[in-house]
C-alpha cells in the first residue's frame, strides 16, 4: 500500500460518502484480477459507508474513444457552431466528467500491460482531463479543480514491479490524477499472478494485508 498527494492538489478527502465511482480498465473482464481487487475495494468502502451509491463503468466492456483530431476539433469548436457528431462527441465527455464530479470516492481497477496502464484507462483520463472544467491554468501554473475527493487504485501485475523502475503505471497515475486535483491517491497491489501458484496466493495474500491496513487505519482514525 501506497499513499500519494501531488502537490498542486488540495489532499482534502470528503469524510461524508454518498458516491463511489468504479473504473475497471482491464480488457480481461470477468476474469480480471485489478476488477476483483476494486470490488473488494469498494466493498469495503460500502461497509464503512453503507449508505453509498455505487456507480461503475467497465473500459473493457465499453471502451471510450481514444483522443484524436476529431475530437479535439469538436473540444475547440464553438458549442453553437459544433456538428451532431461533434456535439455527440463532446457530450460522452460530458458524462463522463460528470461522473467524476459527482463521486465522493473514485475506485480504479489498474492492470499493468507491456509496463504502462491499459489504452482504454488512458483514453478515459483523456476524455475527463479538460482545461477550466477539470484544471485550470494560473500565473503560478495549474491548478486542479477537482478537490475533495479520495482515488483508491488497485494494481494486478504478472509480475513484481511495485517500487521499481519499471513500475511506470504509479507515477504516470500520481501525476496525471493529481493535475487534475484528485491529490489523495492510495494504491493496494496485488501481484506475482504469472510467477506461479505460490507467487499468485503471495500476491492475493499481500494485497489482502494491504487492504486491511489501509481500512483499519481508517477506522482507527476515525475512532481517535
Do not use: C
Not at 32 to 43: E, F, G, K, W
Not at 45 to 63: I, K, M, T, Y
Not at 89 to 95: M, S, Y
Not at 114 to 130: I, S, Y
Request: net charge negative; no cysteine.
Amino acid at each position: 500500500m501506497s499513499q500519494n498527494q501531488h502537490p498542486n492538489a488540495n489532499p482534502t478527502a470528503n469524510p461524508t460518502v454518498t458516491r463511489i465511482l468504479q473504473i475497471n480498465a482491464s480488457i480481461q473482464l470477468d476474469a480480471s484480477q485489478s476488477t476483483r481487487l476494486a470490488d473488494a475495494i469498494v466493498a469495503r468502502l460500502q461497509q464503512a459507508h453503507p449508505q453509498a451509491v455505487v456507480q461503475r463503468r467497465d473500459l473493457g466492456r465499453a471502451p471510450v474513444p481514444a483522443l484524436d483530431a476529431a475530437a479535439l476539433a469538436a473540444l475547440f469548436t464553438p458549442e453553437e457552431a459544433r456538428t451532431p457528431e461533434q456535439a455527440a462527441r463532446v457530450a460522452a465527455d460530458d458524462a463522463l466528467i460528470a461522473e467524476l464530479q459527482a463521486a465522493d470516492v473514485i475506485v480504479l481497477g489498474v492492470p499493468m500491460y507491456n509496463f504502462g496502464m491499459p489504452a482504454q484507462l488512458k483514453a478515459w483520463l483523456d476524455a475527463v482531463t479538460r482545461a477550466r472544467v477539470t484544471f485550470r491554468y494560473t500565473e503560478q501554473g495549474p491548478v486542479g479543480l477537482l478537490t475533495g475527493k479520495r482515488v483508491y487504485v488497485a494494481h494486478a501485475r504478472g509480475g513484481r514491479y511495485r517500487g521499481t523502475a519499471l513500475d511506470h503505471v504509479t507515477p504516470q497515475l500520481d501525476t496525471h490524477l493529481g493535475f487534475i486535483g484528485l491529490g489523495d491517491v492510495r494504491h493496494v497491489y496485488a501481484e506475482g499472478f504469472a510467477m506461479g501458484d505460490e507467487a499468485r496466493a503471495a500476491g492475493l495474500a499481500d494485497a489482502a494485508r494491504q487492504l486491511a491496513a489501509l481500512f483499519d487505519e481508517a477506522a482507527d482514525a476515525v475512532a481517535a
